[in-house]
């Protein structure tokens, strides 16, 4: 397949100092970061992807992308976590039983000592975080394994996952027909690509049957591995289309046991639980992530777009949950014409969505008395 764009390019990125940080966690995986420096900088910025993304996310070269406009903005030292759910690392194509309580233990504190590490004990950490990402470094920010996180950006979903109806469906069924029915290990956008036919093939053209809306199996596989829509991520009008043809590219395979972990969150009160309660090895984290809410101080600015197909409103719910508990501690971006996904990979998400996300850095990085990570409890 030709590409139009680079798999895992750079190029998105001018002008500043590109490294990658290797680390490693404390269940054995190796991890890596990606470092975007203009310059040093006291208020060091960390974006954290979703489930089946990557940094790739955040430095497309087809339009303005975060990191780039973080820099330009002048966050002028810009880092971007690949763990153990992105599609730079092979994790995602073996059997696990994994879970975001996984991602909360041990990928999200490592990263950031990695980061203080090499940028120095004394920064400012300002986290901006998507989807699954952004649900399990909440996690880990509001269960205390990660602390001195001076604020935090959640896009979609937090600490209340909400999801449309067929999408609860969907996860009830879904992983019982791929894994039982069909033995199958993952779940792919790009199955339409397989060079002969396979199970996968046969499934990515019975989906692309029921959306009509485009022409792109990749896209169709995505409606079904996430949200309920035609398309369910985004927005088509918001995409370059390239950025729309590359969704393979963008979007990797996945096992379903995450899936999994928000099903049950969802019959739990729609709440971040652990996935395992009983299990020793989570004995750190807390049963239920949002009960000790009021004691974490770090400001966190909750968004979402209006039309999102995926989580709906969960970011409204955790706003409001929170401003019960620390009223005024927290703020809410509903932007319109937006849904899931978009917000961060639209070709005019510089105009309509990034302003908003400096604005708060910006009042985080200067407010007068900064928070503590975690109050005592």
Not at 84 to 113: E, G, T
Not at 127 to 151: D, E, K, N, P
Not at 314 to 327: D, Q, T, Y
Not at 360 to 367: G, I, P, V
Request: with cysteine; aromatic share 8%.
């Amino acid at each position: 397949m030709s590409r139009e764009i680079p798999l895992y390019t750079l190029e998105g990125v001018r002008d500043a100092e590109t490294s990658t940080h290797p680390f490693t966690t404390e269940d054995g995986l190796g991890l890596s970061m990606l470092r975007f420096c203009r310059k040093p900088c006291r208020d060091v910025v960390v974006i954290i992807h979703g489930l089946t993304t990557s940094s790739d996310m955040f430095i497309q070269p087809e339009h303005v992308n975060l990191v780039s406009h973080l820099l330009d903005e002048g966050f002028t030292d810009v880092w971007t976590l690949d763990f153990r759910m992105s599609n730079r690392h092979p994790y995602n194509l073996q059997p696990s039983d994994w879970s975001m309580d996984d991602c909360a233990l041990y990928d999200h504190p490592a990263a950031i000592a990695k980061i203080r590490q090499e940028a120095g004990e004394d920064v400012n950490l300002h986290v901006i975080c998507h989807c699954l990402g952004a649900m399990s470094f909440t996690m880990a920010l509001f269960g205390g394994t990660v602390t001195g996180i001076r604020s935090c950006i959640a896009n979609s979903v937090a600490l209340t996952p909400h999801v449309p109806t067929w999408s609860r469906i969907k996860g009830t069924i879904f992983p019982f027909i791929i894994e039982r029915i069909f033995q199958q290990p993952y779940v792919s956008p790009r199955w339409s690509e397989d060079p002969r036919l396979t199970i996968g093939k046969v499934l990515s053209r019975l989906v692309s049957l029921f959306h009509r809306e485009c022409d792109v199996p990749a896209c169709h596989m995505l409606s079904l591995m996430w949200g309920t829509g035609w398309p369910a991520l985004y927005h088509h009008d918001n995409l370059d289309e390239i950025t729309h043809r590359r969704g393979g590219d963008l979007y990797g395979p996945v096992g379903l046991n995450y899936h999994k972990h928000v099903l049950r969150m969802l019959g739990q009160g729609h709440r971040t639980v652990r996935m395992k309660p009983d299990d020793p090895r989570y004995a750190d984290l807390p049963d239920d992530y949002i009960a000790g809410a009021e004691a974490v101080a770090t400001p966190c600015l909750f968004m979402t777009g209006d039309d999102n197909r995926v989580f709906t409103d969960s970011n409204i719910h955790c706003h409001r949950a929170l401003e019960e508990v620390a009223p005024g501690r927290h703020q809410l971006a509903i932007f319109p014409g937006y849904g899931h996904q978009d917000v961060f990979m639209g070709k005019r998400v510089h105009e309509d969505i990034f302003p908003r996300l400096v604005a708060f850095l910006r009042e985080q990085r200067d407010a007068t008395t900064p928070p503590t990570a975690v109050a005592s409890r």
